[in-house]
């Protein structure tokens, strides 16, 4: 059984920090792809980034580029989500993904395996 568990949201000023941490457990080893997402309520699911455990190469969505970075230890089969410079309109909830394939997209379909997600709120 695969499992993800995110850990590491709370409650942060703005211009503060978190990181949060996505424990896979499971048939890990299939893991090509492992992405971060956030939804805030009556929105849909928003694409953070994604990191390739193989290559190691990240991609970012346009608004959190520069502010964010993934990383990943495969060892311990752990990703990480450094979040400095938060914005209020970082309030989400965040959700880590993962999937068997090299997936190259957005898309929050394409990815086969999600944890239960962690809150972030950045107050004003």
């Known amino acids: 059984q695969v499992q993800l568990l995110e850990s590491g949201g709370g409650l942060v000023q703005a211009g503060g920090s978190l990181r949060l941490s996505c424990a896979a457990s499971?048939?890990?080893?299939?893991?090509?792809?492992m992405a971060w997402f956030r939804q805030v309520p009556g929105k849909e699911r928003e694409f953070v980034g994604r990191?390739?455990?193989?290559?190691?190469?990240?991609s970012y969505e346009d608004s959190v580029r520069g502010r964010f970075t993934i990383s990943g230890d495969n060892a311990k089969n752990l990703v990480y989500l450094q979040m400095n410079t938060l914005k209020p309109e970082d309030t989400a909830i965040y959700f880590c993904?993962?999937?068997?394939?090299?997936?190259?997209?957005?898309?929050?379909?394409?990815?086969?395996?999600w944890g239960q997600g962690t809150q972030v709120t950045v107050s004003s």
């Open positions: 993904a993962a999937d068997s394939s090299a997936i190259v997209s957005q898309r929050a379909d394409r990815f086969a395996y």
């Open positions: 499971g048939r890990t080893l299939n893991f090509y792809t």
């Open positions: 990191i390739n455990r193989r290559s190691g190469i990240v």
